[in-house]
């Protein structure tokens, strides 16, 4: 269950970036985080389900939330903004421009 636990915090701290609430408590996604969560608990034994759905299904959401939020840096970095500068592009890529000092 130890893993479970690290799962299930990282998820809340992933929907904690993508959300910025007050109260964390009051979203739905951690809400469902947390109903699955106690749902899995009680029926893993019970049922014969898969011992490790749990961590699997929230490490597949895990990826997929910092997926998205690498993406949106990622576009929110390199998007195109209009026509650039030949200065702020090499600044983007990390280049000098020849009479840049070094």
């Known amino acids: 269950m ?11 701290s992933e929907v904690r970036q993508a959300t910025h609430q007050s109260k964390i408590k009051d979203n739905i996604m951690v809400r469902y985080i ?3 969560a ?9 049922l014969c ?7 699997s299904l ?4 895990l990826c997929y939330l ?7 840096q990622i576009h929110k970095d390199y998007a ?3 026509e650039r500068s030949i200065k ?9 421009l020849p009479h840049d000092p070094k």
Request: aromatic fraction near 6%.
């Open 2 to 12: 130890n893993a479970n636990i690290k799962v299930i915090r990282s998820l809340i």
């Open 34 to 36: 947390l109903e699955q």
């Open 38 to 46: 106690n749902m899995h608990r009680e029926t893993s034994e019970v």
């Open 49 to 55: 389900k898969e011992r490790e759905e749990l961590k």
């Open 58 to 61: 929230g490490e597949t959401y």
């Open 66 to 72: 910092n997926s998205q939020r690498k993406y949106e």
């Open 80 to 82: 195109g903004k209009g």
């Open 88 to 96: 702020e592009t090499a600044d983007l890529v990390g280049f000098k």
